[in-house]
């Protein structure tokens, strides 16, 4: 198998379970859901939908590190952690706000920005430190 065939089905894997995502963030605001699942799902919503990603996708390999593997293994994982009955309630009203759109997280986004400030900062001090 090469390469190409390779990330196009993991491509395919995660989109269908970036489906999946609408039904996490109505679960995790359902009074039904545990604590620690509402905890997970609502990361794992708050990483998803935020406009910035955490590793840009222009980093060569490492950019689509969380669109092909670090989300979709957050989905899966929040996905048992909630209730059966839960999520099956969910699915008919996630599939209308669908339709409204994604909704933006900017806290994450903004968040990301000061960590890339901070970690731009620490590599310039450290590139200073050595000329």
Do not use: C
Request: aromatic content about 12%; charged content about 20%.
């Amino acid at each position: 198998m090469n390469n190409n065939s390779l990330i196009s089905k993991l491509k395919a894997i995660a989109k269908k379970l970036k489906q999946n995502l609408f039904v996490l963030y109505l679960s995790y605001k359902d009074p039904r859901t545990p604590w620690y699942a509402k905890l997970v799902a609502m990361l794992v919503v708050a990483y998803a939908f935020s406009p910035i990603d955490l590793i840009p996708d222009f980093i060569p390999v490492l950019g689509y590190l969380d669109d092909l593997i670090i989300v979709p293994l957050g989905i899966i994982l929040a996905l048992k952690l909630i209730p059966p009955h839960v999520i099956e309630d969910n699915k008919e009203a996630a599939e209308k706000l669908k339709l409204s759109g994604k909704p933006k997280n900017w806290f994450v986004a903004t968040l990301f920005i000061i960590i890339w400030i901070i970690f731009a900062a620490w590599i310039s001090k450290i590139i200073i430190h050595h000329i």
